[in-house]
């Protein structure tokens, strides 16, 4: 059966959720496995989120617009001596799809307008 | 790091490498880039919360098993909207309209054979067998023709078709073998490339024999 278009993924509200959730927190953009930590101790989870899962989910997302992606520059992970990360960041069309979902907002984000705001 | 650590972190790149195989480079590069990045921070993460390394393993293959079915979605996904832009931007060019028409007319020609066949012109009887032959006549260029036609949107079902078309139409003419078959064999070769299909020796994006057809 094919999904309804633009139709949102129970972990694709999550994400959303916790990278709302995060940027209250003060981290505004967050990686892909910085997100799979950050959902497995939302959900008390044994296990992080599968790396396909994750990762066409996230894909999924920025094609919807609901997300935007930028690499990390080369030369501060060469620094670091690990490979360069993509950084996400939600964008407000992916506000307003997590709003139109449904889901409990509020409770994620405290303070709302503050939080959708930057 | 343990064996099993660094089996784990082989086997889930490995998969990387395979599944994004075919796909163009960019899109390959930062999947792979991506997976790799996780695989640094996971291990980074359990290194300083000091967790055994068995345990890492074992979350990184679980991690990878888990996720084989998405991957394998993802890459489903990822190379039909490849070849079908490949396939729209390929078939949208002046040649392959005008080679669109040039390989359809050999098949017109066939059909206009076959419907004066069904009038009763020719040496023909008015017996079962002579109908069936009348029909076939009639149907095998109609088929190829429309294979030709869905090729660009249903390249497998379109080229079944121009190679079940254009195929009996030679058998039906086996007198006329030295035309049919060079003949047919353009009209294939066009179909190939208006499919966009990968077929030795055609190459994607490039233009073929087909492209003066």
């Known amino acids: ?118 | 790091m343990s064996r099993l650590l660094d089996l784990s972190i082989g086997v889930t790149r490995a998969w990387s490498a395979t599944y994004t195989r075919g796909l163009p480079h960019d899109l390959r590069a930062e999947r792979r880039e991506e997976i790799d990045s996780d695989l640094w921070d996971h291990q980074r993460l359990a290194d300083l919360e000091r967790e055994p390394a068995n345990g890492i393993a074992n979350q990184i293959l679980f991690r990878f098993v888990l996720g084989i079915p998405a991957d394998l979605l993802w890459r489903i996904e990822a190379g039909s909207t490849k070849q079908a832009t490949r396939r729209t931007s390929m078939n949208s060019t002046p040649l392959m309209r005008i080679g669109l028409v040039a390989a359809m007319l050999p098949l017109a020609l066939l059909v206009v054979f076959g419907v004066t066949f069904m009038l009763g012109n020719g040496d023909w009887e008015n017996s079962t067998e002579h109908w069936l032959w009348r029909v076939a006549f009639l149907v095998a260029p109609l088929v190829g023709g429309i294979g030709l036609w869905l090729c660009a949107t249903q390249p497998r079902l379109g080229m079944a078709l121009v190679l079940a078309g254009v195929g009996s139409s030679a058998f039906l003419m086996p007198w006329m073998t030295p035309i049919t078959v060079p003949i047919g064999l353009i009209v294939i070769a066009f179909a190939i490339k208006r499919s966009g299909l990968v077929i030795w020796p055609f190459r994607p994006g490039t233009t073929g024999p087909t492209g003066t057809a």
């Open chain 1, 1 to 118: 059966m094919r999904r309804k278009p633009g139709a949102l993924l129970p972990i694709e509200l999550s994400i959303l959720e916790t990278a709302i959730t995060l940027r209250v927190r003060g981290a505004k953009y967050f990686h892909g496995f910085m997100i799979a930590r950050e959902l497995k101790q939302q959900q008390n989870a044994r296990l992080l989120t599968a790396h396909g899962t994750l990762y066409k989910a996230l894909d999924r997302m920025r094609k919807l617009g609901f997300l935007e992606s930028e690499w990390e520059d080369p030369l501060v992970a060469a620094q670091e001596g690990r490979p360069r990360r993509r950084f996400y960041s939600v964008t407000a069309a992916g506000e307003a799809a997590l709003v139109n979902a449904g889901e409990p907002v509020t409770a994620a984000v405290p303070n709302r307008q503050k939080g959708l705001a930057s």
